[in-house]
């Protein structure tokens, strides 16, 4: 079962699809003979996450609503928070954002309540992600803010600058100069007192070049 999972993620380097699917559901066949709900879950994920990706929004489907019915009976909190998780993506992906927002919601609510931080911070940042694409930047502010805190409380420092390369990115695709600029200084201080690690500091200056451009349009 691990092996199998291991070489999907080969095959996924690759970009052989085949070898991927053909790993991935060698995996769910193994997890299914022996019974365990978490490992059975984590490859009904994985196939989920690479159908949607691939833009096959029915079959993922029916990958995260089976996990999602496993954590559901489980009773596991944590488990059935990345499954809302999931279900929110994709429905963001086939355009639904109001049930997306729904998903992540409960999906925050769950993670809260049994004090997953990690958890809550992807939450917070895909309700910010989601209230950015619809144009509501203040309301995006306030979730990729509250991101930021659980990572700087949890010293994910590295973590944190990369949410503020995110973060610039996506104001500098809506043409948000000052945000954008505001966002890249704050991943290059942290980077300089992280002793500005090369591939970092390679994003930022290349984010940094593309602002550049931008402003001399």
């Known amino acids: 079962m691990f092996d199998s999972r291991?070489?999907?993620?080969?095959?996924?380097?690759k970009k052989d699809r085949s070898g991927v699917d053909k790993y991935y559901e060698k995996a769910l066949a193994l997890s299914r003979e022996i019974g365990d709900?978490?490992?059975?879950?984590l490859d009904l994920r994985s196939l989920g996450n690479l159908y949607m990706d691939r833009g096959y929004r029915e079959k993922a489907?029916?990958?995260?609503?089976?996990?999602?019915?496993?954590?559901?009976q489980g009773g596991d909190k944590r488990e059935l928070s990345e499954d809302y998780r999931n279900r929110g993506n994709l429905s963001f992906s086939n355009g639904f954002r109001d049930?997306?927002?729904?998903?992540?919601?409960?999906?925050?609510?769950?993670?809260l309540e049994v004090g997953d931080q990690f958890g809550a911070a992807k939450d917070?940042?895909?309700?910010?992600?989601?209230?950015?694409?619809?144009?509501?930047?203040?309301?995006a502010e306030e979730?990729?803010?509250k991101t930021a805190k659980i990572f700087s409380d949890t010293k994910s420092l590295v973590n944190l600058v990369q949410l503020y390369m995110t973060v610039a990115k996506m104001n500098l695709t809506e043409s948000r100069k000052d945000p954008c600029?505001?966002?890249?200084?704050?991943?290059?201080?942290?980077?300089?007192?992280?002793?500005?690690?090369?591939?970092l500091m390679r994003s930022i200056e290349e984010l940094q070049k593309m602002r550049e451009a931008i402003?001399?349009?």
């Open 6 to 13: 291991n070489l999907a993620k080969v095959y996924m380097e």
């Open 37 to 41: 709900p978490k490992e059975l879950c």
């Open 61 to 72: 489907e029916r990958y995260f609503l089976e996990s999602f019915e496993i954590s559901k």
């Open 99 to 111: 049930k997306a927002e729904e998903h992540y919601m409960e999906a925050l609510r769950l993670t």
């Open 124 to 139: 917070y940042a895909y309700l910010g992600n989601l209230k950015f694409k619809g144009g509501k930047f203040d309301d």
């Open 143 to 145: 979730m990729f803010e």
């Open 181 to 199: 600029k505001l966002y890249l200084e704050k991943a290059t201080q942290l980077a300089a007192e992280l002793g500005n690690p090369e591939h």
């Open 215 to 217: 402003d001399r349009i």
